[in-house]
């Protein structure tokens, strides 16, 4: 029943789709998946493919979840072969190599490898909007950007210090005069242990390390949403810190099943959504956060998010143009172009 099923499903989505996408790839519009191949060959590849696909450990893993716990059981409409990894370069070297069909990464980490790679791997969908948040000793007063001036922050390096220097000089101050940002913890889970520990008073932290430093230390409150002050001098919802991506090689030669599997990441997403202890549950048993007690206390500051297509693109374009001015090297030092995002129509 399975194959019957796994056939069925192949076939209705390549019968819908090819009325319905233009070719992949063009230079001057974002890129759309082909689907000119007989439904036969959709069939054929459906029925003997394993789609690889790689999940970062933490929250861009979040929505992946009941995805994987679907699969497992043997509930999922493809055959996939899932696996969790602690570090993003090993996730990159896969799609290289092409054991990773499809993964999940931090936004800044998808444009560093189309621009490393030439443009092998496209976006097909955001998972993740901003986690970051500036956490404060309770004994301090702070409610505003203006509130630092004069202060050291603490803030691990790479993005969590690119997005906090942005709106640290967007809301008028200037790093190294106004306010210092120290990045003498540069890991995110070496600054948690210090911040927990009451070492370090004012610090910029992801969640889910946000909550677990607050259940460490009850003095701690999350002073700044910084999402939300993102909002307030930068396009609206363009904070976006997590996505998919899929080698461009098997968007092209799987049209079909790229969009089943986006249909079921959708339905991974909402249902964490829907079900936060049941998802947490199931965070843990994959392997992508060690306690589901914390994923699902965190899990509503997480800002866990499935957008694709125009709305993905322009979110994601708007991130990048504040990103390169900050910090090009964080992106592969350019602007991914159009062909980037893989949209299904």
């Known amino acids: 029943m399975k194959t019957l099923f796994k056939r069925f499903s192949a076939v209705f989505l390549a019968v819908i789709m090819i009325a319905a996408l233009a070719a992949c790839g063009q230079a001057d519009t974002p890129a759309a998946v082909e689907t000119d191949a ?32 679907s699969a497992q059981n043997g509930e999922a409409a493809l055959d996939y072969n899932f696996s969790v990894e602690t570090d993003a370069s090993s996730v990159t070297a896969a799609l290289i190599n092409g054991s990773a069909d499809i993964a999940a990464l931090p936004t800044n980490a998808a444009a560093a490898l189309y621009n490393k790679t030439g ?68 890991q995110p889970a070496d600054l948690n242990t210090a911040v927990s520990s009451g070492a370090v008073q004012l610090a910029v932290l992801p969640e889910p390390m946000v909550t677990i430093a607050s259940s460490a230390n009850d003095k701690l409150t999350a002073a700044l949403d910084l999402t939300a002050e993102w909002d307030k001098v930068a396009p609206a919802g363009s904070l976006v810190q997590g996505c998919a991506v899929v080698r461009r ?25 829907a079900d936060v202890q049941g998802s947490a549950e199931k965070i843990q048993e994959a392997g992508i956060f060690a ?13 866990i998010c499935f957008i ?38």
């Open 38 to 69: 007989p439904v036969e060959s959709s069939e054929s590849s459906s029925d003997d493919l394993t789609i690889n696909v790689m999940v970062l450990n933490g929250t861009t893993g979040f929505g992946m979840a009941n995805l994987m716990y």
């Open 249 to 273: 090689e098997f968007a092209e030669a799987h049209p079909a099943e790229l969009a089943c599997f986006l249909n079921e990441y959708k339905a991974s997403v909402e249902a964490l959504t």
């Open 119 to 186: 443009g092998t791997v496209q976006v097909v969908a955001l998972n993740t909007r901003g986690v970051l948040y500036l956490v404060a000793d309770s004994s301090l007063e702070i409610s505003s950007f203006e509130d630092l001036r004069g202060k050291t922050v603490y803030a691990p390096a790479q993005n969590p210090t690119f997005i906090f220097r942005y709106l640290c000089e967007a809301n008028g101050l200037t790093p190294g005069e106004d306010v210092v940002i120290d990045n003498s913890y540069a």
């Open 291 to 303: 306690k589901a007690a914390i994923a699902a206390k965190a899990i509503p500051n997480c800002n």
């Open 308 to 345: 694709d297509g125009a709305d993905m693109q322009s979110a994601l374009a708007a991130f990048y143009e504040v990103m390169y001015s900050v910090a090009p090297d964080s992106i592969g030092g350019s602007i991914p172009g159009n062909d980037f995002y893989c949209v299904l129509g």
